[in-house]
Each structure stands twice: as C-alpha cells, then as structure tokens.
T-cell receptor, first 110, second 115 residues
C-alpha cells in the first residue's frame, strides 16, 4: 500500500519553512525523499535508515520515527528553487523495492 | 555525461501499435528499474533487473516486456498499446538490489501518448 503524504500541496513565501510528512501502514526499514520539478525526473534528496543513520542533502533535514512508521522532511528558509513535488519512498523489507508516496506539491513564491 | 539516458523522450502512437523505450546508464550500477508515472503523478514500480536478471515484476499486463541485454541497458517493449498506457515512463538505476540505503538515479523520462 502506498505511503500517504501530507499536506497534498503547500504554498510558501521565500524564506518560510515547511514540513512534509510521510506515513506508512507497514514497518519501515528506510525512507527515501525525492524532489521532482515539473517536466523533469525525480532527484534524490535524502535517505533515512532504521537506527538513525542519514545521508543526503546538506540544506534539508528529515526525521524518521520507526515506532510511528513516519518520516518528516523539513525545509527551512525556502528558496524559489525548492518548488516541485516531493515524494517519499519507503522500503519495508519485502520485495526489494521502493514504494513511493502520494506526493506533496510545494510552491515557493516571492 | 548523462548518467541515465532514455530514448525517445516523447512517443505518440495509435492504439494497437507496438513500441519500445530504451534506457542506458553509465554509472556502473547493478540494478535498473522501470517506473510508470500516471497523470495524477503517482510513481509506481513496474520491473527491476539486477545484473540482467529480473527480480521485481509487479502486476503489469503481459503486453509489457522488459529486456536487459547487459547490466547497463534496460529496454521496455509494449505490445498492443492501449489508451491507459499513456503515462511518463522513467528508467532508474541504483548501486545494488536492496534499496535500503542506495539512492536511485532517474532518467529524464519518456512521455508516451496513445491516441
């Protein structure tokens, strides 16, 4: 089953902060975050692993709550370039595949 | 140098035709994937190959047949195209099969329109 993301869409002014949530109905081994700009391919942002290890983007942070089967992506001091659709991808240990979430459209305006 | 490339970028064809999409990666990765992104932007895995061997085959109609001649290439052939096949198809690759801790690199996508 597909992870659910919230909010579905958000509009920010440049410099504002945002939080995007990803919630799974299954136990998570890792959570990936990707950003997709309009008409382009998804681009990797971050991986969070069970146990707390992270790797990815310097200016974007995220959390992973294994107990709640949730992850949150924190975008601080947003820039125009942050606009796009954000996807979480969850790895639940079965089938060696990422299941992508429902997506969150983020738009940053001046 | 493009890491993951796909051809063609756009494909417009009529119902019933057969078409192929090609993908190549120069990252030295062992695993390649095909994803379908529909009009609602849902990104769903279709197939995955590890070193030319099929390891993931989601519930996809038999009209879709992937082929991996070597670990750097993964092609997708679609027979008897239907209107519902219209979507953007993304190829991706990652270092190893387990996607636990390895990021995926996506190609630019192929927008398929079936009329």
């Amino acid at each position: 089953q597909q992870p659910v993301q919230s909010p579905q869409a958000v509009i920010l002014r440049e410099g504002e902060d945002a939080v995007i949530n990803c919630s799974s109905s299954k136990a998570l081994y890792s959570v990936h975050w990707y950003r997709q700009k309009h008409g382009e391919a998804p681009v990797f942002l971050m991986i969070l692993l069970k146990g707390g290890e992270q790797k990815g983007h310097e200016k974007i942070s995220a959390s992973f709550n294994e107990k709640k089967q949730q992850s949150s992506l924190y975008l601080t001091a947003s820039q125009l370039s942050y606009s796009g659709t954000y996807f979480c991808g969850t790895f639940t240990g079965g089938g060696n595949k990422l299941t992508f979430g429902t997506g969150t459209q983020l738009k940053v305006e001046l | 140098d493009t890491a993951v490339s796909q051809t063609p970028k756009y494909l417009v064809t009529q119902m019933g035709n057969d078409k192929s999409i090609k993908c190549e990666q120069n990252l030295g990765h062992d695993t390649m994937y095909w994803y379908k992104q529909d009009s609602k932007k849902f990104l769903k895995i279709m197939f995955s190959y590890n070193n030319k061997e099929l390891i993931i085959n989601e519930t996809v109609p038999n009209r879709f047949s992937p082929k991996s001649p070597d670990k750097a290439h993964l092609n997708l052939h679609i027979n008897s195209l239907e209107l519902g096949d219209s979507a953007v198809y993304f190829c991706a690759s990652s270092q190893e099969t387990g996607t636990l801790s390895y990021e995926q690199y996506f190609g630019p996508g192929t927008r398929l329109t079936v009329t």
